[in-house]
T-cell receptor, first 114, second 112 residues
Framework: NAGVTQTPKFQVLKTGQSMTLQCAQD?????MYWYRQDPGMGLRLIYY???????DKGEVPNGYNVSRLNKREFSLRLESAAPSQTSVYFC?????????????FGPGTRLTVT | TQLLEQSPQFLSIQEGENLTVYCNSS?????LQWYRQEPGEGPVLLVT?????EVKKLKRLTFQFGDARKDSSLHITAAQPGDTGLYLC????????????FGTGTRLQVTL
């Protein structure tokens, strides 16, 4: 089982460039999430998708868009990258709604915007 | 925005010592989770606590959920180098885990 996979692992962008971060899970989970992690700030939710066909904003959605392509895949797009978006991005999935849920995380994408 | 403050932010101890990490909020959570994250990897769930006052043990790790479900603690007995990592608490107030609020994190280093 691969669990949650993310591509790419590293990326350097120039200000104004665009890119899409890809995420896929093979656990048949309904819910998927995108977080960013910055030093001293824990993980902050960017967007989430409670089920296929739905997406909702999290705590820090500005500058990002998402697409829930199907049940397995959830992508995050930066249309015009800014230095403030330099961060480590994590995708996660879960079978939300159960009393003992767990979020499973991918290995992360380290993004630098210069 | 609900905040979960963790303390201490950094902790460096020697093997064999005991330690406690705290996770505090002014908000009530229906459940709270603790994750551990190692360098270059995503967080991995350690435990979920759902009842006020609940205590759960995982080998040398003891987790407690506050009576009012606003705070939690993680106590490690006889720390080992393998305990090194970033510890994150995460609270859910939806009851369905549709949105978790993560704490600021405690970075623990255990040396020989």
């Amino acid at each position: 089982n691969a669990g949650v996979t993310q591509t790419p692992k590293f990326q350097v962008l120039k200000t104004g460039q665009s890119m899409t971060l890809q995420c896929a899970q093979d656990m048949n989970h309904n819910s998927m999430y995108w977080y960013r992690q910055d030093p001293g700030m824990g993980l902050r939710l960017i967007y989430y998708s409670a089920s296929e066909g739905t997406t909702d904003k999290g705590e820090v959605p500005n500058g990002y868009n998402v697409s829930r392509l199907n049940k397995r895949e959830f992508s995050l797009r930066l249309e015009s990258a800014a230095p403030s978006q330099t961060s480590v991005y994590f995708c996660a999935s879960s079978e939300a709604g159960q009393s003992s849920y767990e979020q499973y995380f991918g290995p992360g994408t380290r993004l630098t915007v210069t | 925005t609900q905040l979960l403050e963790q303390s201490p932010q950094f902790l460096s101890i020697q093997e064999g010592e005991n330690l406690t990490v705290y996770c505090n909020s002014s908000s009530v959570f229906s459940s709270l989770q603790w994750y551990r994250q190692e360098p270059g990897e995503g967080p991995v769930l350690l435990v979920t606590v759902v009842t006020g006052g609940e205590v759960k043990k995982l080998k040398r790790l003891t987790f407690q959920f506050g009576d009012a479900r606003k705070d939690s603690s993680l106590h490690i007995t006889a720390a080992q180098p393998g305990d090194t990592g970033l510890y994150l608490c995460a609270g859910d107030n939806t009851g369905t885990a549709s949105k978790l609020t993560f704490g600021t994190g405690t970075r623990l280093q255990v040396t020989l």
